[in-house]
């Protein structure tokens, strides 16, 4: 274990990086921080020339790929950066110098067991991405098909681990300080970070979710998942079919092409509906650099490292609450924050309702092709402190991925209307999902269940009362009342007369 005198000396070499790029400011200026952990920024950033505009990610950047991670995830939390913090993290590119691939051979060979030219005709040298976990190479494999191999950078589990172990540390630290650290769970949402990112470290898992998203997506044939090949995938290295196509990032590109660009948003907007809402299963890193446009208008999806998972009852309130906020039924939005406990009940549900129209009324005076998921989650975030309510990290990369989309939606179609778009789909989901017919399916589920139980619950009950045995039945006793004697000279005294009675019986048996 780690001692607590590595895990300050890493955050402090971390603090005077984010100090001389001024990202430690912020915190130190907001009223909501804890007295303790403001002398403590004080003291890592003594000394340091600080810009006059903080530089988020370039400091972010700088520490190394776990915090590269971490600022990806803190760009969707604005309240908890801070909005011109989260902005500009948004800036983070998830992009390193390759490794030279006499650096990355011997894994491949000790990850598959045997020789590359037992699996592969060719292998490119120069990869065509490189990132801060993994970095992707182009390759024929023995059987003549193109795929893409992707390979962890080496030594990268262990650095993650150090990194996540710190923020741990750092985490269970701060939390008990109270207040509006408490409130925002830091412990929760490293621990989520450190699931998400255990993911993404076992390539195996990625592929496994490849595959259950290609599964879930039969019904958007717009939306293409490219086939794992098996064989040639382990923990450390993927593989996948080559996909040949147009970056969405690159708009002149797919003018050029003749492409739909309002299509392609359209599908882009449905897909992920029908993958958080529909099948509560999604792609939550679906950014442009991610997305290809190939020829029918459709559109590829690689690298499924992060995935986001939702029940179907939180898919439920997460659809009520969409619904709501387009259809402007506050009332309703805010009974299912109550619902669904994200508001403590301490608080009063007209009051929210009127705290969630404040959020929404001035976007429906907007022009519709001005209303923003992002600006509305935006507004939602700033109203948790009044109502005390927690983070909730199973919804973390929900709010992020729908920024994201929307962000990608916008670029290929400036006119879009997210509400308009997304309205239909929510709304058929509704309908199937808690209209009359979802209901009695509902209710005929839940009593099969039920009768299937019963005979379980009567072996259970006769375990408990089990029936006579062959022995005859005990006589009655005659009740008799039980006197609480106590301590101290009573029970002494009782003793006492017990005792002599018991002596005297024997002396009469004797005699007799």
């Known amino acids: 274990m780690t001692s607590p005198i590595v895990h300050s000396w890493r955050l402090l070499k971390w603090g005077r990086i984010l100090a001389r790029h001024g990202a430690l400011r912020g915190i130190e200026r907001d009223p909501n921080t804890p007295p303790r952990l403001r002398r403590l920024l004080r003291i890592a950033r003594f000394g340091a020339r600080t810009p006059d505009v903080p530089r988020y990610a370039d400091a972010f950047q700088a520490i190394g790929p776990a915090a590269i991670k971490l600022g990806q995830t803190l760009a969707t939390r604005p309240d908890l950066v801070g909005e011109a913090a989260a902005a500009d993290l948004l800036r983070l590119q998830d992009a390193l110098p390759p490794v030279p691939f006499a650096e990355i051979r011997p894994q491949l060979q000790a990850s598959f067991g045997r020789p590359l030219d037992h699996l592969f005709a060719r292998i490119d040298e120069v990869p065509v991405g490189a990132a801060s976990i993994a970095q992707v190479h182009r390759a024929v494999t023995t059987d003549g098909r193109e795929v893409a191999v992707k390979v962890l950078r080496p030594g990268v589990e262990e650095e993650f681990a150090r990194a996540i172990e710190t923020y741990e540390w750092a985490a269970a630290q701060a939390e008990p300080m109270g207040g509006e650290i408490a409130r925002l769970q830091p412990r929760l949402v490293i621990e989520t970070f450190k699931r998400w990112t255990a993911r993404e470290l076992d390539l195996r898992r990625e592929a496994a979710s490849a595959s259950e998203l290609a599964e879930g997506m039969t019904a958007e044939p717009g939306y293409i998942v490219p086939k794992v090949d098996w064989q040639r995938t382990t923990g450390k290295v ?7 196509g147009i970056k969405l990032s690159d708009r002149a590109a797919l003018v050029a092409q003749g492409y739909d660009l309002p299509a392609l948003a359209r599908t882009l907007v449905h897909a992920f ?11 939550a890193d679906m950014h442009q650099g991610n997305l290809f446009a190939v020829p029918g208008n459709r559109i590829v999806a690689i690298d499924f490292g992060i995935m986001g998972r939702i029940d179907r009852r939180a898919r439920i309130w997460l659809a009520e609450i969409l ?5 402007g039924n506050y009332r309703r939005v805010a009974e299912i924050h109550f619902e ?15 705290a969630l129209r404040a959020v929404g009324e001035p976007m429906r005076g907007l022009p519709v092709k001005e209303m923003s998921i992002g600006m509305m989650l935006d507004g939602l975030f700033s109203i948790t402190r009044d109502f005390d309510m927690a983070t909730q990290p199973h919804l973390l ?22 509400w308009d778009t997304a309205g239909p789909v929510v709304e058929e989901w509704i309908r199937t999902e808690l209209g009359p017919e979802a209901a009695v399916a509902d209710r005929l589920i839940a009593d099969f269940r039920t009768l299937a139980r019963l005979p379980e619950l009567v072996r259970r009950i006769e375990e408990r009362f089990p029936a006579p045995g062959g ?37 009469a048996a004797l005699w007799l």
């Open 397 to 418: 990369l929900l709010q992020k991925t729908m920024v994201m989309v929307e962000g990608v939606a916008t670029s290929l179609d400036p006119d879009i209307n997210m």
């Open 238 to 244: 993927l593989t996948i079919e080559w996909i040949d």
């Open 323 to 327: 619904y709501g906020l387009i259809t």
């Open 471 to 507: 022995a005859p039945p005990a006589p009655p006793l005659r009740q008799i009342e039980v006197v609480r004697i106590g301590g101290g000279w009573r029970y002494a005294a009782v003793a006492l007369v017990a005792a002599l009675a018991g002596a005297g019986a024997a002396l």
């Open 340 to 354: 669904a406990g994200y508001v403590p009940p301490h608080h009063n549900v007209a009051e929210f309702a009127t």
């Open 273 to 283: 509906l029908r993958q958080a809402i529909a099948e509560g299963f999604f792609h």
